[in-house]
């Protein structure tokens, strides 16, 4: 039969609005699970699915992740339902991860519902200052609320509007320095939405991918208009260079002032190699980092030339 590939760990954030790492891993230990400490490699994580048994680990590369055998069901948990953890994919933490807002800071999120994203940055800037979060959804916009609030942000400024529309002039704006655009995509990157592409017929994919990434570049390149933005970082849950490296390629050339930055340097698996600089673009894929397909690219404001000393 056909080989079986590694199974997808049960990714859990620790919601450090709500609790701390080490209250967490003692309610797991209670709970019955064994505690195997920090895990050295991706290899020690895809373990977890090779053995039976409750275990867990501390992930490598995102500090308030721990990850729990393929196949955990913690939705009943009461650690979920109290907002004290949020079950998200490793990849899918890593955008907020490399924004990296500074505590207090005033953070736009462009396309923000269902909020994971939203409640991740929110921890980060330690729920002081603003996260300013749109979406044009209002059934999406109303699941998010709900999550936010469960998750204990208070910090956040939601907006039902279209992002494109948003002016970078408002002076509400003017102390935006980190944008996170994570637009619609194909969902290519995504198990189940990997099999419906795959049956969709060719002209029809491709007319879809051609629009996604129309808006992708639009709300990138709307990101990067921003007065004071010093960093935007984008990212896709596809695996297609159309809406990845591509649209970063082109977005990147309108925007000379910026430069891409490899934020996460141990980070196995990067950008495809179609432009110079590619590289500083993290790719993930279930065989080669153990989560969903993803994509990350992180733009930088480049110094000005009296500051850096040229
Ligand atoms: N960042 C979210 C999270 O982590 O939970 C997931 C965002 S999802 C990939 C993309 C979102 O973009 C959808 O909720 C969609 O409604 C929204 N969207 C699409 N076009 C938009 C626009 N022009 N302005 C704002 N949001 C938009």
């Known amino acids: 039969g056909a080989a079986v590939g590694p199974a997808l760990p049960r990714y859990v954030r ?50 308030d992740l721990l990850a729990f055998p393929p196949g955990t069901d913690l939705h009943k948990d009461s650690l979920y339902t109290a907002g004290h953890i949020i079950l998200q994919d490793k990849a899918s933490c890593l955008p907020a991860l490399l924004l990296d807002p500074p505590v207090g800071s005033h953070v736009i999120d462009a396309c923000a519902a269902p909020g994971n994203k939203t409640s991740q940055l929110s921890a980060i800037i330690q729920n002081k200052g603003k996260v300013f979060a749109f979406d044009l959804d209002t059934k999406r916009l109303a699941t998010m609320s709900t999550l936010l609030l469960r998750a204990g942000v208070i910090c956040q400024e939601l907006a039902n509007q279209d992002f494109l ?26 198990p189940d939405q990997m099999r419906i592409l795959a049956d969709k017929e060719e002209s029809a994919k491709s007319e879809r991918l051609e629009a996604l990434s129309g808006f992708q570049r639009r709300a990138l390149s709307h990101a990067l208009s921003f007065p004071n933005v010093q960093r935007v970082v984008y990212s896709t849950c596809s695996i297609h260079q159309q809406e990845n490296e591509e649209v970063v390629r082109d977005v990147l050339e309108q925007h000379p002032h910026f430069s891409l930055i490899d934020a996460l340097p141990s980070w196995p698996m990067h950008g495809l190699n179609i432009f110079p600089g590619s590289s500083c673009c993290l790719r993930a894929t279930l065989s080669d980092t153990l989560t969903n397909g993803f994509f990350v690219a992180v733009f930088q404001r480049k110094k000005k030339v009296n500051e850096s000393h040229l």
């Not at 919601?15 to 920090?38: E, H, P, Q, W």
């Not at 970078?168 to 994570?182: A, C, R, S």
């Open 14 to 63: 620790v919601n450090t609005i709500k609790t701390c790492m080490s209250d967490v891993i003692a309610y797991f230990k209670r709970r019955g699970y064994t505690y195997l400490g920090k895990a050295r490699s991706i290899e020690e994580l895809a373990e977890l699915g090779q053995k039976k048994g409750k275990r867990f680990l501390q992930d490598l590369h995102v500090p």
């Open 165 to 190: 529309t948003v002016s970078p002039e408002d002076p509400k704006y003017q102390k935006v320095g980190h944008i996170l655009v994570d637009p619609s995509c194909s969902g290519s990157g995504i």
